[in-house]
């Protein structure tokens, strides 16, 4: 979905229920990661995962960190390229 669109929406949803739609789309990207990311066989799926598990999941959180490192980006790879500075906790991407 468009940023634009997504923007427009949220902004006409009650904020309770804008909520529940992040927390639903955030245990649906969790529950699509694969089991084994290491796999090599699964990689392409955690590539198609990476940006939507970006936009919905926090950068601390176990499912991000799994697809990263599948990708070979690792903490300080997925921070870098993401634009986010950790020790201040900033993040303009």
Known sequence: MHRLVQAT????VPANVADQWK???AALVEAAIPD???QPS???VCA???PHAR???ALTSDGLWRIAQ?????RSGILSRFGCVFSVGLCYA
Do not use: F
Request: charged content about 10%; aromatic content about 4%; glycine content about 8%.
């Open 9 to 12: 929406t949220l902004a006409q």
């Open 36 to 38: 084994d990311p290491e």
């Open 48 to 50: 198609l995962l990476l």
């Open 42 to 44: 699964t990689w392409p």
């Open 23 to 25: 927390q639903a789309a």
């Open 70 to 74: 599948s990708l070979g980006l690792g």
């Open 55 to 57: 936009a919905v999941l």
